[in-house]
């Protein structure tokens, strides 16, 4: 034992690799160390919101607050049931996103397809023209789209928050950026063999463009989900509500303001969320470096 | 007209070819021609034609989404602003009377500045933090804790900005919330979080970094991956230090990523909205109310529709002013490879 210590320790150019190592260890661990850090700071609101859900009223009212509460009560999440129709909420979340995103799937690679495949008069000063929307708030066209909504006979119907959202010129754009590196050969294969243009998108296209298909879906599934202004403005009856607009409703409800029912609710926001994104983090990720690399 | 000439000579042609026998070598001459002329006329008119109708059929939806959600609403929002209207009688135009009244209204001045203020300090910190962010962690070797540092920093980004602001109103309570009791532990006062006008006007820029700090860190994190590994390699054979390297390739070759970022993060960070809405409603006072919050107000709580439409129109020239300026100066500035 005693030998093999020595040995070791005679061994310099040994010495040297191990001590680079450490230094290289230890530089890496304080560069990590703020960063980890931060990211507590991240979760930390989250873990309270879940501890809190679980929480009875008075506990919110000692100091310290428990952060791992008494019991595990569910009165909280009875709470929420009790006071609003929280299941519906979460429903017409479900179809308002569902709907906005098989739409945009559809659409924008339609448009993407046309854009990047096929020759028609005015077709780059339609897509100029749709890039520069992208550059206009939305408030501007607030009202006269109120209006139009209305005229439509959508107003508090859930259809307020499809319409308007059945495409997009980012989708589109993305798909078209997609579609122009598909190489000819394959659209000339196709159109030898006499296949028309909806054959070529439907059969050749659509099948190569899962990837970007799945970054927008997840793209506009999380931007649908989590669209509160639309809403705000649209929907006035509680049957109609999404989920964010549901928060508020309930916010609103006898006692709940900064209550444990209150953050039962959140809990109950962030299960599906959080899921999705586990699922979904990688293509998440990548869809947003991507449409960031785009406009870089 | 070449339509029908071309047409008519094939046709003429064909049937010249089918009267007369086929002996005649002009005759023959003639078929051959005719039939070209018809087959390319025929390519012309088919592929060409039905192209465009495909083209068109394909934009349809986008187009028609567009005419009615942006062209037509952006036009009549426009000249809204021109008009005094109460969305039930009619429309009265009154010019830029709007406009004049917007620069002398005290409240829109003071939700210009707050949202201004907003941007100017969201944008710091989400695009500043975030750049440094992404630089710590592209530079930790190990890839697990980089993989777990980026979704850690990515979560908030996922949650609804409602569900944000719901919680942290929970957690920022002055008395009884957990932020200030562990703040206390510390040695550190209470703060008013939310009931001190300008302590409110700080936990709304800091809550929207805590949720948007991830997407900028996502998109600088794809920055430095672009960033080739030769040019490191040569500037260490150079002998260049930690600090050589970064402040001479690193934040160089970040630049595009830089003002990619300060353009999105401006745009949004002007329409600012829900967080405020849900978390202060404006207040204390009026120190987090936003322009598009008294928009808001203005258009679905008092009906002034014009003088709403007005105040987008002023959003939007600020918006556009701003993104055409940054663009301007980003040819100084961003370095492309």
Same mark, same amino acid.
């Given at each position: 034992?005693?030998?093999?210590?020595?040995?070791?320790?005679?061994?310099?150019?040994?010495?040297?690799?191990?001590?680079?190592?450490?230094?290289?260890?230890?530089?890496?661990?304080?560069?990590?160390?703020?960063?980890?850090?931060?990211?507590?700071?991240?979760?930390?609101?989250?873990?309270?919101?879940?501890?809190?859900?679980?929480?009875?009223?008075?506990?919110?009212?000692?100091?310290?607050?428990?952060?791992?509460?008494?019991?595990?009560?569910?009165?909280?999440?009875?709470?929420?049931?009790?006071?609003?129709?929280?299941?519906?909420?979460?429903?017409?979340?479900?179809?308002?996103?569902?709907?906005?995103?098989?739409?945009?799937?559809?659409?924008?690679?339609?448009?993407?397809?046309?854009?990047?495949?096929?020759?028609?008069?005015?077709?780059?000063?339609?897509?100029?023209?749709?890039?520069?929307?992208?550059?206009?708030?939305?408030?501007?066209?607030?009202?006269?789209?109120?209006?139009?909504?209305?005229?439509?006979?959508?107003?508090?119907?859930?259809?307020?928050?499809?319409?308007?959202?059945?495409?997009?010129?980012?989708?589109?754009?993305?798909?078209?950026?997609?579609?122009?590196?598909?190489?000819?050969?394959?659209?000339?294969?196709?159109?030898?063999?006499?296949?028309?243009?909806?054959?070529?998108?439907?059969?050749?296209?659509?099948?190569?463009?899962?990837?970007?298909?799945?970054?927008?879906?997840?793209?506009?599934?999380?931007?649908?989900?989590?669209?509160?202004?639309?809403?705000?403005?649209?929907?006035?009856?509680?049957?109609?509500?999404?989920?964010?607009?549901?928060?508020?409703?309930?916010?609103?409800?006898?006692?709940?303001?900064?209550?444990?029912?209150?953050?039962?609710?959140?809990?109950?926001?962030?299960?599906?969320?959080?899921?999705?994104?586990?699922?979904?983090?990688?293509?998440?990720?990548?869809?947003?470096?991507?449409?960031?690399?785009?406009?870089? | 007209?070449?339509?029908?000439?071309?047409?008519?000579?094939?046709?003429?042609?064909?049937?010249?070819?089918?009267?007369?026998?086929?002996?005649?070598?002009?005759?023959?001459?003639?078929?051959?021609?005719?039939?070209?002329?018809?087959?390319?006329? /025929?390519?012309?008119?088919?592929?060409?034609?039905?192209?465009?109708?495909?083209?068109?059929?394909?934009?349809?939806?986008?187009?028609?989404?567009?005419?009615?959600?942006?062209?037509?609403?952006?036009?009549?929002?426009?000249?809204?602003?021109?008009?005094?209207?109460?969305?039930?009688?009619?429309?009265?135009?009154?010019?830029?009377? /709007?406009?004049?009244?917007?620069?002398?209204?005290?409240?829109?001045?003071?939700?210009?500045? /707050?949202?201004?203020?907003?941007?100017?300090?969201?944008?710091?910190?989400?695009?500043?933090?975030?750049?440094?962010?992404?630089?710590?962690?592209?530079?930790?070797?190990?890839?697990?804790?980089?993989?777990?540092?980026?979704?850690?920093?990515?979560?908030?980004?996922?949650?609804?900005?409602?569900?944000?602001?719901?919680?942290?109103?929970?957690?920022?309570?002055?008395?009884?919330?957990?932020?200030?009791?562990?703040?206390?532990?510390?040695?550190?006062?209470?703060?008013?979080?939310?009931?001190?006008?300008?302590?409110?006007?700080?936990?709304?820029?800091?809550?929207?970094?805590?949720?948007?700090?991830?997407?900028?860190?996502?998109?600088?994190?794809?920055?430095?991956?672009?960033?080739?590994?030769?040019?490191?390699?040569?500037?260490?054979?150079?002998?260049?230090?930690?600090?050589?390297?970064?402040?001479?390739?690193?934040?160089?070759?970040?630049?595009?990523?830089?003002?990619?970022?300060?353009?999105?993060?401006?745009?949004?960070?002007?329409?600012?909205?829900?967080?405020?809405?849900?978390?202060? /409603?404006?207040?204390?006072?009026?120190?987090?109310?936003?322009?598009?919050?008294?928009?808001?107000?203005?258009?679905?709580?008092?009906?002034?529709?014009?003088?709403?439409?007005?105040?987008?129109?002023?959003?939007?020239?600020?918006?556009?002013?701003?993104?055409?300026?940054?663009?301007?100066?980003?040819?100084?500035?961003?370095?492309?490879?």
């Amino acid at each position: 034992m005693m030998t093999s210590v020595v040995l070791w320790y005679s061994d310099t150019e040994l010495q040297d690799k191990l001590r680079h190592r450490w230094r290289a260890w230890l530089a890496n661990a304080v560069l990590a160390l703020p960063l980890v850090l931060g990211s507590l700071i991240m979760f930390l609101p989250l873990v309270w919101a879940v501890s809190f859900s679980f929480g009875q009223p008075h506990e919110f009212f000692t100091l310290p607050p428990p952060v791992i509460p008494s019991a595990f009560r569910l009165d909280n999440y009875h709470g929420v049931f009790e006071r609003v129709d929280f299941l519906r909420f979460f429903l017409n979340s479900v179809f308002v996103t569902g709907c906005v995103t098989i739409a945009q799937l559809i659409t924008c690679s339609m448009g993407g397809y046309a854009f990047a495949r096929l020759r028609f008069p005015g077709r780059r000063i339609i897509f100029i023209l749709f890039l520069a929307s992208m550059m206009v708030p939305q408030h501007v066209t607030l009202i006269p789209v109120f209006i139009i909504i209305r005229g439509m006979g959508l107003y508090n119907n859930l259809g307020a928050l499809i319409v308007p959202y059945a495409t997009s010129v980012f989708g589109t754009f993305l798909l078209k950026q997609f579609f122009e590196t598909i190489p000819n050969e394959l659209e000339d294969a196709a159109k030898i063999d006499g296949a028309g243009f909806l054959q070529i998108y439907w059969r050749v296209m659509l099948p190569l463009a899962g990837p970007p298909l799945a970054t927008l879906a997840i793209l506009t599934f999380n931007s649908s989900w989590n669209n509160f202004f639309w809403p705000l403005i649209f929907i006035n009856s509680a049957e109609k509500m999404t989920l964010p607009l549901g928060m508020i409703y309930l916010r609103g409800q006898d006692g709940v303001t900064n209550s444990g029912v209150l953050m039962a609710a959140i809990v109950l926001n962030l299960i599906p969320v959080l899921i999705f994104f586990l699922i979904f983090q990688r293509r998440l990720v990548e869809g947003v470096t991507l449409s960031g690399l785009k406009g870089a | 007209m070449q339509y029908s000439a071309v047409r008519r000579i094939a046709q003429t042609g064909e049937r010249f070819s089918t009267l007369t026998s086929v002996r005649s070598p002009k005759a023959q001459e003639a078929a051959i021609l005719a039939r070209q002329a018809t087959a390319s006329w /025929n390519w012309v008119n088919s592929l060409r034609a039905r192209e465009a109708i495909a083209g068109y059929f394909f934009i349809l939806p986008t187009l028609l989404s567009f005419l009615v959600f942006f062209l037509i609403p952006t036009i009549s929002g426009l000249g809204m602003s021109l008009f005094d209207w109460d969305f039930f009688s009619d429309p009265d135009y009154v010019g830029l009377d /709007n406009f004049i009244e917007l620069s002398q209204d005290k409240l829109f001045l003071t939700t210009l500045k /707050n949202t201004a203020l907003f941007a100017l300090f969201a944008t710091a910190g989400n695009v500043g933090l975030g750049m440094f962010i992404a630089i710590g962690i592209n530079s930790i070797k190990w890839s697990w804790l980089r993989a777990y540092l980026r979704t850690a920093y990515f979560i908030p980004f996922v949650i609804s900005t409602v569900v944000v602001a719901l919680m942290f109103g929970f957690l920022l309570q002055e008395s009884t919330g957990v932020v200030n009791y562990y703040l206390s532990r510390l040695g550190i006062q209470r703060i008013p979080w939310l009931s001190s006008s300008t302590w409110a006007f700080r936990s709304i820029v800091l809550i929207d970094v805590w949720k948007h700090i991830g997407f900028f860190t996502l998109i600088f994190l794809a920055g430095l991956q672009a960033i080739p590994s030769e040019l490191y390699e040569a500037a260490l054979v150079d002998g260049a230090g930690r600090r050589v390297r970064l402040t001479r390739i690193t934040i160089p070759l970040l630049t595009p990523s830089l003002f990619f970022s300060l353009i999105i993060a401006l745009i949004g960070a002007f329409q600012v909205f829900e967080s405020m809405y849900v978390l202060t /409603n404006g207040g204390p006072g009026d120190a987090t109310r936003t322009v598009v919050m008294y928009l808001y107000r203005e258009a679905f709580g008092s009906f002034n529709m014009g003088y709403a439409a007005s105040m987008a129109v002023v959003l939007f020239f600020i918006i556009l002013a701003l993104t055409i300026t940054q663009v301007r100066l980003g040819d100084r500035w961003v370095f492309y490879r």
